[in-house]
């Protein structure tokens, strides 16, 4: 492996790098993609010192970039060497099947203020001979795990995960009726990932994901909703910035099964998603919206940061639709206050 890594890499060094830290850097993103499971990033960092510098004592010794444990500090451009933290990440969880990673980001909010909660599509439960009387103030939360099943299903750059995610609502506060959940959604999903390492003006497309997706609310008739779809993900970063394209298709359903047939015109058809992270701060943009001519859709604004040395603080702003699939088809805007437990690919 290593000798035909070796002459692939002096294809790509001599066509498109000049200095011994830009062959070095292309030598890590080739090895982060092609390497095995079992080979660490320091064995990679020591293969590649070896084919750019002949003596690896030669090679001054420089941070990594994007390593979870070791966040970019203030450095300049040149100094360190770039790996993607989203494929390290990606690599280690793959590289440990039997352990749990992040998949969207984890988060507790034991304050999110939203002002109109009873219009917030459950009218039924009046239907249905229960009062509703919720509070203004809930908790709300979300799990998101990936475990990684199968590398190399498709190239050595590729990884095949199952994961699942849960986003409850938590009317905690309303002790007058007994505190309920007002809403869970469930997300199981199939993932293929395809790690990769070419630019576009600038940004390393560093991942692209295929995967089918189920969400639902486990309820029954007529507070049941879901729908299945099938997604793409494209990821580019650039520096301290990260993008990702989320398109998708609705899996057709039967008109008899269908608990929502107009899901789409509110959830939309594709997710865009900005991420800026500096000195343990990350600053999140997400914008949904569908094709069609209205003006249904949603915005969300998120701030993580530091607030010791294991804990981080995060907000969350959420304006538009879908923010739960029990009011998918009514505006909601609300605010939440809390922490942020792990970050999502």
Not at 163 to 171: D, G, I
Not at 226 to 245: H, T
Not at 282 to 302: F, I, P, Y
């Amino acid at each position: 492996m290593r000798e035909a890594a070796g002459s692939v890499q002096e294809v790509v060094q001599e066509a498109t790098a000049t200095t011994p830290a830009q062959r070095e850097e292309a030598c890590l993103r080739e090895q982060l993609l092609v390497a095995p499971a079992s080979i660490t990033l320091e064995e990679m960092r020591r293969f590649c010192a070896e084919q750019v510098y002949g003596d690896p004592a030669q090679r001054e010794e420089r941070p990594l970039f994007g390593t979870v444990s070791e966040p970019p500090q203030e450095q300049l451009p040149g100094d360190e060497v770039r790996i993607s933290e989203r494929a390290q990440a990606i690599r280690d969880a793959a590289n440990n099947p039997f352990t749990l990673a992040s998949h969207k980001t984890n988060y507790l909010l034991p304050l999110v203020y939203n002002p109109s909660p009873n219009d917030a599509g459950l009218e039924e439960l009046e239907a249905l001979g229960e009062p509703v009387d919720l509070d203004h103030i809930e908790v709300q939360f979300q799990l998101s795990v990936q475990v990684p099943v199968w590398r190399g299903f498709l190239g050595q750059a590729s990884f095949m995960s199952v994961a699942y995610t849960n986003r409850s609502f938590w009317q905690a506060y309303n002790s007058d009726d007994s505190s309920p959940f007002r809403e869970t959604n469930h997300e199981p999903e199939l993932i293929m990932t395809w790690l990769n390492d070419w630019s576009l003006f600038g940004w390393q497309n560093v991942a692209n994901q295929l995967a089918v997706n189920h969400q639902s609310n486990g309820r029954s008739e007529p507070l049941s909703r879901s729908w299945n779809r099938i997604y793409a993900n494209l990821i580019f970063e650039r520096d301290c910035y990260s993008i990702s394209f989320k398109p998708w298709y609705r899996i057709p359903e039967s008109r008899e099964e269908d608990d929502n047939p107009d899901i789409e015109n509110y959830l939309g058809h594709f997710e865009l998603r900005g991420r800026y992270r500096n000195g343990g701060h990350s600053l999140s943009l997400m914008v949904r919206n569908n094709l069609r001519s209205d003006n249904h859709g949603a915005v969300e604004l998120s701030w993580g940061f530091p607030i010791g040395n294991r804990v981080r603080g995060y907000m969350k702003y959420f304006n538009g639709y879908g923010e739960s699939l029990i009011d998918y088809d009514e505006a909601v805007q609300t605010l939440g206050f809390g922490f942020e437990l792990a970050q999502g690919f």
